[in-house]
């Protein structure tokens, strides 16, 4: 499936928090923790963007998460969700450790 196939934007979260993402109009999948993993991986064949709330994507095993995040395509973006139950990961010391720059 090329870009211009796929959805615009998918958001993988909290029911709260997709009930806002839904007023906006992106499609939304609210998985059990046990099923982060497959549900991303499932947007990412899907959506051009996906969003994920933080508390989900620390269900997901660290080097398919930071695979997925340096992927060129679709964008992934980590989110709090609307509680802030979970810090979002530092995509940038992520990135330094991945080139090994910093350990």
Not at 29 to 42: G, I, N, Q
Not at 75 to 98: C, E, Q, T
Request: net charge negative; proline share 5%; aromatic share 2%.
């Amino acid at each position: 499936m090329g870009a211009a196939d796929m959805g615009a934007a998918v958001f993988i979260g909290d029911e709260v928090s997709a009930a806002g993402f839904r007023l906006a109009g992106v499609e939304t999948r609210v998985p059990k923790p046990d099923a982060a993993a497959e549900a991303l991986r499932a947007a990412r064949k899907e959506a051009a963007l996906v969003i994920m709330t933080a508390e989900l994507a620390r269900q997901i095993p660290v080097q398919e998460l930071d695979a997925a995040l340096m992927a060129e395509t679709p964008a992934l973006a980590v989110i709090s969700d609307v509680r802030m139950r979970a810090a979002v990961p530092d995509l940038a010391r992520r990135l330094r450790r991945a080139l090994g720059i910093e350990e």
